[in-house]
T-cell receptor
């Protein structure tokens, strides 16, 4: 089973709203990732959690706030977003490359976010 | 600076023939390479990978070839099927690195 589950599948929010994206995996993976993908572009890394600690923040604006409550769950809290933040947000997980393991990342289906 | 390049934005192949997708990289520290397939409005699906200690890895209809001296890899799909129509991303990583570096993707269309 290589399933990463993301909810919701679609989200429409106004620029003053607060919302959260959720991601869950039960593969025992210790690394989890948030990506942003725009049309016709590759996934763009936002955050990496390794063993429930934030290890990489790719200079993402503070209106995006990640949270890793436990090793199976990853959230992305959204506040005061801009229309240009509209994109497909992808969650991924892997065994964790920093322990000498190969970094095969398994992706969820994504949340299609529209900011009005 | 694009460290992973897929120079063909699109490729059209007849059903039953071979599809060959290419990828070039510039970073000598990369030692693990992956191919992902992506349908519209879905997340990328892992297809196949190869370590730099090998020059070929095969999984059913999919074969990945690695030429380290040329810093080039390719994905062969044979025979091509209509369900193979998707965007294919090449990705690379260095040992111990948590980041994958993606190419820009190639849209493959399989024609009946």
């Amino acid at each position: 089973d290589t399933e990463v589950t993301q909810t919701p599948k679609h989200l429409v929010m106004g620029m003053t709203n607060k919302k959260s994206l959720k991601c869950e995996q039960h593969m025992g993976h210790r690394a989890m990732y948030w990506y942003k993908q725009k049309a016709k572009k590759p996934p763009e890394l936002m955050f990496v959690y390794s063993y429930e600690k934030l290890s990489i923040n790719e200079s993402v604006p503070s209106r995006f706030s990640p949270e890793c409550p436990n090793s199976s769950l990853l959230n992305l809290h959204l506040h005061a977003l801009q229309p240009e933040d509209s994109a497909l947000y992808l969650c991924a997980s892997s065994q964790g490359a920093d322990r000498g393991l190969r970094n095969i990342q398994y992706f969820g289906a994504g949340t299609r976010l529209s900011v009005l | 600076d694009q460290q992973v390049k897929q120079n063909s934005p699109s490729l059209s192949v007849q059903e039953g023939r071979i599809s060959i997708l290419n990828c070039d990289y510039t970073n000598s520290m990369f030692d693990y390479f992956l191919w992902y397939k992506k349908y519209p409005a879905e997340g990328p699906t892992f297809l196949i990978s190869i370590s730099s200690i090998k020059d070929k890895n095969e999984d059913g209809r999919f074969t990945v070839f690695l030429n380290k001296s040329a810093k080039h890899l390719s994905l062969h799909i044979v025979p091509s099927q209509p369900g193979d129509s998707a965007v294919y991303f090449c990705a690379a990583s260095a040992r111990g690195a948590q980041k994958l570096v993606f190419g820009q993707g190639t849209r493959l269309t399989i024609n009946p």
